[in-house]
């Protein structure tokens, strides 16, 4: 049984950073595709960065200009999302969804409906 598990959220100024985690159990990273989305209150969920753990690539929606980068540690099973140079439009849940078996692909990695597992989301609040 997969499970998706997000961690890290939580208050921060702006200009600050945080450190998103994504563990995911039942799941080898060997193949397929993880993906972070946020959704702020009253607007749709929007994908911002995937990470194919087989392959290590990434890739991010242009919106965030570097200032969002992914990493991995097999041996935990975890994907992070380090933030920095947060801005008060950062603020939204974020959440971390799973596909098994598909790498990544820019054509598709910021579209939910591509992934099959999710986790219940972590609040990030950024004040200004």
């Known amino acids: 049984q997969v499970q998706v598990v997000e961690s890290g959220g939580g208050p921060v100024q702006a200009g600050g950073s945080l450190r998103l985690s994504c563990s995911i159990s039942?799941?080898?990273?060997?193949?397929?595709?993880v993906g972070w989305f946020r959704q702020a209150p009253g607007k749709e969920r929007e994908g911002i960065a995937a990470?194919?753990?087989?392959?290590?690539?990434?890739m991010y929606d242009d919106s965030l200009k570097g200032r969002f980068t992914l990493s991995q540690d097999d041996a935990k099973n975890t994907v992070y999302l380090q933030m920095s140079n947060l801005k008060p439009e950062d603020t939204a849940t974020y959440y971390c969804?799973?596909?098994?078996?598909?790498?990544?692909?820019?054509?598709?990695?910021?579209?939910?409906?591509?992934?099959?597992?999710w986790g219940q989301g972590t609040q990030v609040t950024v004040s200004s």
């Open positions: 969804a799973a596909e098994l078996l598909v790498p990544c692909n820019r054509g598709w990695f910021n579209k939910a409906a591509e992934y099959v597992y």
């Open positions: 039942g799941y080898t990273f060997t193949r397929g595709c």
């Open positions: 990470i194919a753990p087989g392959a290590r690539g990434t």
